[in-house]
Each structure stands twice: as structure tokens, then as C-alpha cells.
């Protein structure tokens, strides 16, 4: 996978020019804070995911990244999606393999500790060790720390999605030598108590290295149900609650005493295949595939059940991104879908489809934390039951307990797919080896060659073609159904200030230093 010399020089020296332009226009340096007003200024947030555990490495929810108690190497911007060094002043290679960081001084942790480059070495090898979906994403072969701010990592091969992947929510810094229970980060609020079952509670830490927080304590909780968070905040208790339901904006964007806030989104809703279950052989099928993209109305799914808060997809890397294919034409409707299903061997008679003279079933499992997936659940259904397919629905507790039970057909799933500035993240977490998201099994030569390609390759540009290659061969072969991407909503108190409503909640805090209320 080695390319000549020459283009290989070339394309090192683009990665290194990106780097240093990220250093150059995106370094934070420290700023000054004005001390914070005298009283006791606490904040209720409720979120979506509960954590399912203490431990910042293990979280299955991005609970303790949210809570602006840890921090990462290198951060995401929120505007362009693109990495810029955080708790890393700087880094630095020659061939996206072996790389050197250089470790921000001045910065302790909760328990007074310095970060140094051993504090950070052990905390990545911790998050390493415990968990297989931060190993599989940072591909990390070695860590030595040179000296107190100096660290070298290199990777298992050229592997120039390192940075992005060093914003994995799992991959944050924390002093895994503290004897505690609570996540010991360096950000500007740190726990004082943190029960996985209720609620964390978060104070101001008076050490931060880039500025005193405003707000004296946080309390933080999590609710997977729309509702309960709704009436949270039309009770006043909550002062911001993370993604409303769709059906509720317009009921409190009418109340004066909250704010309604919808931007853009960069995941994308989507019907996901389980290329190893009982109905294996039907998901092989590219003809059956295409017959149910096309019992999905994409757009009756935005102005129906998403109440216009999104917009229609066909591919994982929908609008203007570098990355981003030309959609193809995706015809819709019970006569597309009938002759499709024909297509694929199925007996189709009098709009009926039948298998070897029998009605067909298939499961689809759904989830209640996004309110919107049962809906569209429930629209397959509706849609399927009309040429004679009978769609069973599971509503799951816990989706990602459930999809290892494998007891699926279909999965009506979200992911993050439009981030960190390129397609890495999501096309090696949904179809690279050992990837975490690649709940439908899919194992295919002509996807993992292209992967492979994709990942050896430094030049930006070329990546981003490659990226978008791979992209619109997911969507001509209708690997899996892109619906739709949702905007991301939330609801705050007219007396919090500072609040941003994030494009997703797996990459940024969301309790900052600069939230405030009065």
C-alpha cells in the first residue's frame, strides 16, 4: 500500500502543512476570565444518554465529555469540523506513522497533579486497554513519553486519521492514577459526586488553565425520554434540556420563558441490514435492498415525523462537504418496490411478495432515545404492509445491549457520519475491521479494499475523493437506507447565557466555562 517516493514526499508534506495551519489559525492560548460574581450560581442540565459508568474511558454515552470536567489532545471546532490541539500545544510527523506531542504546560489536573506527557501516556493506554472501540480507532502501536511534555505515539501503520481520532469521546485525559471513583480531568468544572443511576453533581475548578468558569456548580442528569425532559423545563426543573422532541418545539418555543435553539445536525438517521442474520441471504440481495429504500419516503419522513427539523439524505455524506457524491435518483413507491423485490426472486403476485409461497416477516428493532427512529419504524411498516410484508417492531430499552443479541432484521439507527472535517471516523467505526458501529456485520471485499486504500492514503484532497468514492458506492449499492440528517435541538432558561447548542453531543462539551445564569 506504499506509494513511489515522490508522491510520497509530497503528500507528507501536505499532512505537515495541515498540521501547522491547524496550529497557526487554532491554537487556544489561556484566557483571561473576569473572577466570577459573588453567590451561588447553579445550573440544571438534563441530556438524552444516561452513563452507564464512573469511568471516562468506558462511558458508553458521552455523559462525562459533556460535562466539562475532561478534555482531549485535540478538540473540533464547531464551525468548520476540523481538529485543532487542546490539551497537545502541537504535533508533529514526518510519515503519519510516528508521530511526536508536545504536551500544554501549566495545565494540572482536579487532584493538583501536572499533565505531563507520562500522566497523558498512561491515561491513553488505559483507554487502550479497556476499551476495544478507542484500540480499533487510534491504532496505536506504541507510547513513550520523551520527556515531561514531550510524547511519542506511533501508530500501527501510516495512519493519518490519528487526530481525528484522538476526539473520540473515550479518549479523553484523565489521571488514571488517582485511587477515587470520579473521572480526575483538567477542565474548567470537576465532580463532586457522580451516581451513574440519578444525577453528577459538578463544581467550579478553581485551577483551570484557561479561565475561571462562571457558574459555581452544575447539576447534570439524563433522561432518554423526550417528555420527561420537556416537562423538566415547562416545570423550571431544568434550566436546559438537550434535544426536545420534534413535536414539542412548537410548544416551547410559545412559552417566553425558554429559548428554542435548531441547527444543523451532522448524523444521519438510517435503516441499517444485518448481514448476519437469519435473513442473511435477503440483505446479500442488492434488488431486495433497493426494494426497501424504495418503501421510504424521505421526504414525508422530514415533514411528517421530523416537522421540517432536518433534511432528506441518500448517502452517509449528504449536502457540500469535500467528501460529499452527487445523489443518485432514488425512485419511491409500491410499484418501484414490487419490481425490485421481482427482481430479486421473490414471488410477486397481485402486489403481494411472497418467499418459496410464504408470507414474509422481518424484525425491525428501534429506540425511544431519538423519538423520531419508532416513527420511521412505524412508516416502514405501514409502507411494507402494502405489498404483503410484515415488519415486526422491537422497541429496545438499550440499543446497543440489544443489536448483540444479533435478533434483527432491520435497525432504525443514528450515527455520526458528517464530522471532524472528514469521512474517517464514521467509515472505519461502521465498516472497518473491528469498527464499534458495525452492528450489521457487513464483511465486504470490494468496501474493505476501498477502506484500505482510503487509509493509507495522506494527501487531504485525495482522501476526500477517495472518502466520496466510497460514499456514492454505498449509495448505488444500497448497502443501507440514508433517510434523513435531523437537525439538533435543545431548550434553555431566558436566564442562561453562553449556552451553544452542539451539531452532536459525542464531540464537544457542553458545559462550559463561558455558561452562565442569571
Not at 459573588?38 to 440544571?44: E, F, I, M, Q, V
Not at 442528569?221 to 436546559?240: F, H, K, S, T
Request: proline share 7%; with cysteine; aromatic share 8%.
Amino acid at each position: 500500500m506504499s506509494a513511489p517516493r515522490t508522491r510520497l514526499a509530497r503528500a507528507l508534506a501536505a499532512v505537515l502543512v495541515l498540521c501547522l495551519g491547524l496550529l497557526a489559525g487554532c491554537t487556544p492560548a489561556p484566557t483571561e476570565s473576569s473572577p466570577p460574581a459573588s453567590g451561588n450560581k447553579t445550573l440544571r442540565f438534563v441530556t438524552v444518554y444516561p452513563p452507564n459508568t464512573t469511568n471516562a474511558h468506558l462511558v458508553g454515552a458521552a455523559f462525562v465529555l459533556n460535562s466539562g470536567a475532561v478534555e482531549s489532545l485535540v478538540g473540533i471546532d464547531a464551525e468548520t469540523l476540523k481538529p485543532y490541539p487542546w490539551l497537545a500545544e502541537k504535533w508533529e510527523t514526518t510519515d503519519a506513522q510516528h508521530w511526536t506531542f508536545t504536551i500544554r504546560q501549566g495545565v494540572t489536573f482536579h487532584n493538583g497533579k501536572p499533565l505531563t506527557a507520562e500522566a497523558v501516556r498512561a491515561s491513553l493506554a488505559d483507554a487502550i486497554e479497556v476499551n476495544p472501540g478507542v484500540k480499533a480507532a487510534l491504532k496505536i502501536q506504541e507510547l513513550r513519553a520523551i520527556d515531561d511534555q514531550t510524547l511519542a505515539l506511533t501508530t500501527e501503520s501510516v495512519y493519518p486519521a490519528l487526530i481525528s481520532n484522538l476526539i473520540h469521546f473515550n479518549a479523553v485525559i484523565t489521571d488514571v492514577t488517582d485511587p477515587g471513583e470520579l473521572p480526575v480531568g483538567t477542565g474548567p468544572f470537576k465532580f463532586e459526586s457522580f451516581d451513574p443511576n440519578t444525577e453528577a453533581v459538578l463544581v467550579r475548578n478553581p485551577g483551570y488553565w484557561n479561565g475561571q468558569a462562571k457558574l459555581d456548580k452544575v447539576i447534570m442528569a439524563a433522561n432518554p425520554d423526550a417528555n420527561a425532559r420537556m416537562l423538566a423545563i415547562q416545570a423550571g426543573d431544568a434550566d436546559v434540556i438537550y434535544r426536545p422532541s420534534t413535536e414539542s418545539i412548537q410548544t416551547l418555543s410559545k412559552d417566553p420563558a425558554i429559548t428554542v435553539e435548531s441547527v444543523p445536525g451532522n448524523r444521519v438517521y438510517h435503516l441499517m441490514y444485518n448481514y448476519r442474520g437469519q435473513n442473511a441471504a435477503l440483505w446479500n440481495n442488492k434488488d431486495f435492498r433497493r426494494g426497501i429504500d424504495a418503501l421510504m419516503d424521505r421526504q414525508a419522513i422530514v415533514d411528517g415525523i421530523m416537522a421540517g427539523e432536518g433534511t432528506v439524505a441518500y448517502n452517509p455524506f449528504p449536502g457540500n462537504w469535500p467528501f460529499s457524491p452527487t445523489p443518485l435518483a432514488h425512485p419511491s413507491g409500491t410499484e418501484e418496490a414490487l419490481k425490485n423485490f421481482a427482481a430479486a426472486g421473490l414471488d410477486v403476485t397481485d402486489g403481494k411478495v411472497t418467499r418459496n409461497g410464504q408470507p414474509l416477516t422481518l424484525k425491525v428493532v428501534t429506540y425511544i432515545a431519538r423519538p423520531e427512529l419508532p416513527l420511521i419504524a412505524q412508516l416502514l411498516r405501514d409502507s411494507a404492509a402494502k405489498v404483503g410484508i410484515t415488519m415486526e417492531i422491537q422497541v429496545a430499552d438499550n440499543i446497543d445491549d440489544y443489536v448483540e443479541t444479533n435478533e434483527f432484521d432491520i435497525m432504525t439507527y443514528s450515527l455520526l457520519t458528517i464530522t471532524r472535517g472528514d469521512g474517517s471516523f464514521f467509515l472505519n467505526g461502521t465498516f472497518g475491521k473491528g469498527g464499534a458501529q458495525n452492528h450489521g456485520h457487513l464483511n465486504n471485499p470490494t468496501l474493505n479494499a476501498m477502506l484500505d486504500d482510503y487509509n493509507s492514503e495522506l494527501d487531504p484532497t485525495t482522501r476526500n475523493e477517495k472518502a466520496k468514492k466510497i460514499a456514492a458506492w454505498l449509495e448505488e449499492e444500497s448497502i443501507y437506507s440514508y433517510l434523513v440528517v435531523p437537525n439538533e435541538t435543545s431548550a434553555y432558561n431566558k436566564k442562561v447565557t453562553g449556552w451553544r447548542t452542539p451539531a452532536n453531543e459525542f464531540e464537544f462539551p457542553m458545559i462550559t466555562k463561558d455558561l452562565d445564569i442569571a
